[in-house]
DNA sequence: CTATTTTATGAAATTTTATTTCATAAAAAA
DNA sequence: TTTTTTATGAAATAAAATTTCATAAAATAG
């Protein structure tokens, strides 16, 4: 029951306000009403606002009550509870049967991307990036990862980016960061340390930022200027979180693929030059 | 077929009008992406105007768009029909579609991981890592995320590993490996020329050589003592592959929980300590 | 305790999306 | 031909979702 919409909702029953409890009990008792039902419908139905109905969808997790309203549907069009349980990995079985179980639970961690990640933000965040001056990636332990990649996709892009692990490299960068630029932090649990200060940094220097980090009300979710979200997954406390980079990375060829298709065209001929100058360089 | 709202669309085909084929194509070829999408978005795809798509519904025997969102999005969760057109992430399509394209690409990216790993391969390189004295990664461009992902990640567990993208870094290094020690190349292609300096200079120095590279005829496969092989997937010449990343990353996952599972209780305790250590630093 | 800030909430305003209406052009029938 | 019917898109309207703003309650600081 762990991934499932309304098995979420129903852990974290004991964490909802009075209103928010209001409305996962109308949820929980008529769930196959729901995806056929307005905010307003709800809001009546469960005695409050309809402000309160969209924001409970944002509280776990979801963008958009249109959103919900489709996850929900196709949940329940599943008669069979899904495998999300993420403890599976814990049991010893043969090497190929956990293969079997990280293929399953990566597919799931992507897919729950789309109920996190809102369209419009996303959409923010192409426009905003299309524009920047230079991007400052950040990220440590395993979202270095995305950080990465990031660096190098929008590299080959053309744009002046910069990365790296080391905190303290990045904060003697910071001085050079002006409000023409574009810092993108990624932390999946929102409270790094070393991210937020970045973070502050930048924005007291003017830069935009865009935040890849889980859905929930961490410091860098609500300082962040652009919310790219990611789902709140396992995290194993023991093996760490495994999924977290996938998502992450799915966010990360998004951007870069919409920014590719913006400006592609003319980057594309130097890159290709570039390549070919490498092959016969080899030769 | 016939029950199903596709069904009914595609055996109807022929009695529908110019109009209303051309909203009905659109929707046959991108069915997963209709449920979160408008009515002006799908008269834009289309090429026809918002009545018209409304009507459609109606045509078809549904009340509303609306609910024919959310009829298609039950349907498409039950049944199990992938697309593999990757040429769909070269259409200038906006943000949001982009998203939603990449996280299908992606998760059928690492769903055919599936059919191209082979289960004694695996069971084979699980048991080699076990007892490795040192674990050297190599890969370079985007095969280097996965490579620093194995190398965090084995690190966690204690083993001595080592990787750099610097070739002639980790060029210096090899006279220092020895028959206990195993090399693990990851390429795409399998062709790339500096990891394949190293897995040849590794095996003249004994060590075992374990390939996370595509299925194919490379250099590279053929030459390994062990293969992990990668699905083909994609590999759009312009914007460049972004699902390796993702499969390789589902190898790298998978032999780290094995490994963890094998040796991972008596590692845990000490990383834990290290862990709380670290908070109460930060405090 | 009191003042201040933060948080939670609903009402109202705004934006987005779905649906209907109406005008028009093409096809069919008279 | 002329009239009628039908199919369609543009524009208008209605409905629904989302955001903004004001306020009251709760938490925190002084």
Chains 1, 2 share one sequence.
Do not use: W
Request: aromatic share 8%; hydrophobic share 40%.
């Amino acid at each position: 029951m762990a991934g499932t919409l309304l098995g979420r909702i129903n852990e974290q029953y004991n964490q909802f306000s009075e209103t928010e409890k209001k409305v996962s009990t109308y949820i929980l008792n008529h769930a196959e009403l729901i995806p056929n039902m307005t905010t307003n419908e709800l809001a009546t139905k469960a005695g409050v606002s309809e402000a309160s109905v969209i924001r409970f969808a944002k509280k776990i997790g979801i963008g958009s009550f249109k959103t919900f309203k489709i996850s929900l549907a196709q949940e329940l069009a599943v008669k069979e509870d899904y495998i999300t349980d993420f403890s599976i990995l814990q049991k010893k079985d043969s090497p190929y049967e956990m293969f079997q179980k990280v293929v399953h639970v990566n597919k799931n961690a992507i897919e729950s991307t789309m109920e996190s990640l809102d369209k419009k933000e996303l959409e923010k965040a192409v426009d905003t990036l299309k524009n920047a001056r230079k991007i400052v990636f950040f990220g440590i332990g395993g979202s270095s990862i995305a950080a990465t990649d990031a660096l190098n996709k929008f590299a080959k892009l053309g744009f002046e980016v910069e990365f790296n692990t080391d905190f303290h490299y990045m904060l003697s960068r910071m001085p050079f960061v002006n409000e023409l630029d574009v810092f993108v932090a990624i932390s999946m649990s929102g409270e790094t340390k070393d991210v937020l200060e970045l973070t502050r940094i930048a924005q007291k220097k003017g830069a935009k930022v865009i935040a890849i980090t889980n859905m929930n009300k961490s410091p860098l979710y609500k300082e962040a200027d652009i919310r790219l979200a990611t789902p709140v997954v396992e995290k194993d406390f023991r093996i760490g979180s495994i999924t977290s980079r996938m998502t992450q990375l799915t966010i990360v060829d998004t951007l870069y693929i919409c920014i590719f298709n913006l400006i592609g065209e003319k980057v594309l001929d130097e890159y290709q030059e570039a390549r070919d100058y490498v092959i016969t360089l080899r030769r």
